[in-house]
């Protein structure tokens, strides 16, 4: 994978390359950009897609302290990413934490977004109770090390009929949340202390789609449905039996929801 030297990280991204607007995806916790791959395989001879490994991720370094990690210090990455790979423009899109990066770029480079696709995510800051679990999870990562969290957070993030009748994206997702200590404890700390983006919802102007997993449990429908009932002109898509990672859970339907958002931009 290329890499780029960015604020002092070398930051490693998959680039398909090609005509066309760039969509540059933004993989969510604890994953990496290979979290992308049904998208890249289906639909990446077609499409230019861009995806960064966020700092600490994949094959990304990692910061020096754990204050290197915040949702500004990855969407400055990705700006940096953007401005190395001379794009001044892309449909930007994310899953989950993702999002929240995504609506970081919106808060203060506005002008690189052309479309935006929010995936499995919300505006909103951490609840306090969100925000003790945070921090119980990193003490249980530096004392047992985020191994340990994997089959817990599988529970919340897949869907049972994902779990139940789809072991290879079971699989997939296990491989992807093997992840640096680090990152999952600067991670946590990121999401735990991000900032409160609804105020962003109603000032979107772009394009935007919001698709959701019909059954996630970690940013659910009815969040979804607050956000496109917000953001003007906003799509909202669905996906049947899907969990948190619907990208990995229905790829077929996400990248048709997905192409069909693209080909009418
Ligand atoms: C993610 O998928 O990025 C995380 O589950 C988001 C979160 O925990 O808020």
């Known amino acids: 994978m290329p890499r780029v030297q960015v604020d ?52 990304s370094s990692p910061p020096p302290g754990p204050s290197g990690y915040s949702m500004s210090a990855f969407a400055s990455d990705v700006a940096a990413l953007l401005d190395h790979l001379e794009l001044p423009q892309v449909v930007l899109g994310g899953l989950s934490m993702g999002g929240y990066v995504s609506f970081e770029l919106l808060r203060h480079h506005p002008e690189r977004v052309m479309g935006l696709v929010l995936a499995d995510t919300r505006a909103e800051a951490d609840a306090p109770e969100v925000r003790d679990k945070r921090e119980a999870q990193a003490k249980q990562v530096a004392e047992r090390g985020g191994g340990s969290l994997v089959l817990p957070m599988m529970e919340a993030l897949l869907s049972e009929d994902t779990r139940r009748n789809r072991p ?48 996630d449990a970690i940013a659910p429908p009815d969040v979804a449905r607050g956000m496109s009932e917000r953001i003007p002109g906003a799509r909202l898509v669905v996906l049947e039996g899907a969990g948190h990672v619907s990208n990995l859970e229905a790829p077929d339907a996400f990248n048709a929801a997905l192409s069909s958002f693209l080909e009418e931009l």
């Open 8 to 59: 002092g990280i070398d930051l490693s991204y998959r680039d398909t390359g090609g005509e066309g607007a760039a969509v540059v995806l933004l993989h969510g916790f604890p994953f990496d950009s290979t979290l992308w791959d049904p998208q890249f395989d289906a639909l990446g001879r077609d499409v230019r897609l861009i995806a960064p490994d966020l700092r600490g991720f994949g094959g």
């Open 168 to 215: 290879e994206a079971v699989r997939a997702l296990r491989v992807v949340m093997e992840q640096d200590d680090r990152s999952w404890i600067g991670g946590l700390e990121a999401m735990r202390e991000r900032a409160d983006s609804s105020d962003l919802l109603d000032g979107i102007s772009v394009p935007t789609l919001i698709v959701v997993g019909q059954h």
